[in-house]
């Protein structure tokens, strides 16, 4: 049977696998970057499409999301994965870990916003 509770426990589970997937250096460069990036689309309070607009303001939380675990996991070995998910399943999230993802989610939104300036200034400059 469906049980909401399980399926957050396992999104939590797989979350911090990926965590772990992240700083295991047997994972391939480019699978970190995707992990990076879909870890701080996630839990970042800015999105795409805004939640407010109905109907699709939440599809992209259920599809893009979603879809880079999907691909994120595909990228990791399979070892390293199961690894990852058995460290997962025994250990807690520790404080430490906590704020180093809050960091790196927050640095990554301060260096998209910079791009997006200067992009907008050269546009606007150019006009």
């Known amino acids: 049977m469906f049980s909401w509770r399980e399926k957050a426990e396992q999104l939590k589970n797989e979350t911090y696998a990926l965590y772990l997937a992240f700083r295991d250096p047997r994972v391939p460069w480019y699978a970190k ?26 599809l992209d939380d259920m599809i893009i999301v979603p879809a880079g675990v999907y691909l994120a996991l595909k990228m990791i ?26 960091g790196i989610i927050v640095l990554i ?7 997006v300036f200067k992009v ?6 150019a006009a």
Not at 77 to 102: D, F, G, Q, Y
Not at 109 to 115: H, L
């Open 33 to 58: 970057v995707l992990i990076a990036g879909i870890v701080g689309y996630a839990l970042s309070p800015i999105d795409l499409i805004p939640d407010f607009i109905p109907v699709i303001g939440y």
């Open 77 to 102: 070995p399979a070892e390293v994965l199961e690894e990852c998910r058995m460290k997962a399943k025994t250990e807690a999230m520790e404080s430490k870990s906590k704020w180093l993802i809050a």
């Open 109 to 115: 939104w301060i260096i998209a916003a910079y791009i």
């Open 120 to 125: 907008l200034t050269v546009v606007l400059n």
